[in-house]
C-alpha cells in the first residue's frame, strides 16, 4: 500500500518560514492536498492540487510537488499557526485515499 | 453554508455493530463523492471508506473491508456507515468528508466527527 511520510514535528518562530514534507514514492505523478488540524476540531483544507489555495486561506500557505518531495510551505509562520498539519494523496492503484502520518508545527 | 453533521456515535462492545449517519446540507450533495475518515484521538487521520455520486460504486481500507458498509440517501443528503463486528482497533472520531470530483480531489468540506468507543 501507498505510504506518506512526514516529520513528526517541526518548529519556527514568529515571523520566520515553516516546512513541512511529504514523501512517497513517484509522489510529484500525483495530486497532493495539504490539511490543518487544530486542537478538537475537524481538518481544513489549506492546500490542494499541490498548489491551491482555498479561498480563505492565506497567501503565506503555498505548496509545491516537484516530483521526489512534496512541501508545505508556510511564509511568515503566526501563533495562530500551530496545529498539525497533514499531506494526502489518492492512491490510483488501489483507489484509496492515503494521509501522512502528520507533523506538528509548533511557534516558538 | 456548506455543512455535514455526524451522529450516531456511542460505546458499543466488541463484536458488536454501530451505525453512523452524516447528513448534508448547503450544497447539491448527489454531485459530490462522500467519504468516512477516522483518527485516534491524539493519532493521525485514517481513510476508511468512499461512495460515489450516485452510490454505485464504493470502496474501503484493507482494515474494514467485509465489517464496514457505506450507503447513501442522495434524496435525504445522508450518508451513512454500518459497522460491524467492532474490535477495539476501530476506536476512534470518524468524520464524513466529501471531495471535489471523482478520483484525486481534495476533502474541502468536513464534519465535526462522532466518537464511537469499543470497549467491553
Known amino acids: 500500500s501507498y505510504v506518506l511520510t512526514q516529520p513528526p514535528a517541526v518548529s519556527a518562530a514568529p515571523g520566520e518560514t515553516a516546512t513541512i514534507t511529504c514523501g512517497g514514492n513517484?509522489?510529484?505523478?500525483?495530486?497532493v492536498h495539504w490539511y490543518q488540524q487544530k486542537p478538537g476540531q475537524a481538518p481544513v483544507l489549506v492546500i490542494y492540487y499541490d498548489n491551491d489555495r482555498p479561498s480563505g486561506i492565506p497567501e503565506r500557505f503555498s505548496g509545491s510537488n516537484p516530483g521526489t518531495t512534496a512541501t508545505l510551505t508556510i511564509s511568515r509562520v503566526e501563533a495562530g499557526d500551530e496545529a498539525d498539519y497533514y499531506c494526502?494523496?489518492?492512491?490510483?492503484?488501489?483507489?484509496?485515499?492515503?494521509f501522512g502520518g502528520g507533523t506538528k508545527l509548533t511557534v516558538l | 453554508e456548506m455543512q455535514l453533521v455526524e451522529s450516531g456515535g456511542g460505546s458499543v462492545q466488541p463484536g458488536g455493530s454501530l451505525r453512523l449517519s452524516c447528513a448534508a446540507s448547503?450544497?447539491?450533495?448527489?454531485?459530490?463523492?462522500v467519504h468516512w475518515v477516522r483518527q485516534v484521538p491524539g493519532k493521525g487521520l485514517v481513510w476508511v471508506a468512499r461512495?460515489?455520486?450516485?452510490?454505485?460504486?464504493?470502496q474501503y481500507a484493507d482494515s474494514v473491508k467485509g465489517r464496514f458498509t457505506i450507503s447513501r440517501d442522495n434524496a435525504k443528503n445522508t450518508l451513512e456507515l454500518q459497522m460491524n463486528s467492532l474490535g477495539g482497533e476501530d476506536t476512534a472520531l470518524y468524520y464524513c468528508?466529501?471531495?471535489?470530483?471523482?478520483?484525486?480531489?481534495?476533502?474541502?468540506?468536513w464534519g465535526q466527527g462522532t466518537m464511537v468507543t469499543v470497549s467491553s
Open positions: 513517484h509522489i510529484g505523478s500525483k495530486s
Open positions: 468528508a466529501r471531495t471535489s470530483g471523482s478520483g484525486g480531489g481534495a476533502f474541502d468540506v
Open positions: 461512495i460515489n455520486d450516485d452510490g454505485s460504486s464504493t
Open positions: 448547503g450544497f447539491t450533495f448527489s454531485k459530490y463523492w
Open positions: 494526502e494523496v489518492w492512491d490510483t492503484d488501489s483507489d484509496h485515499w492515503v
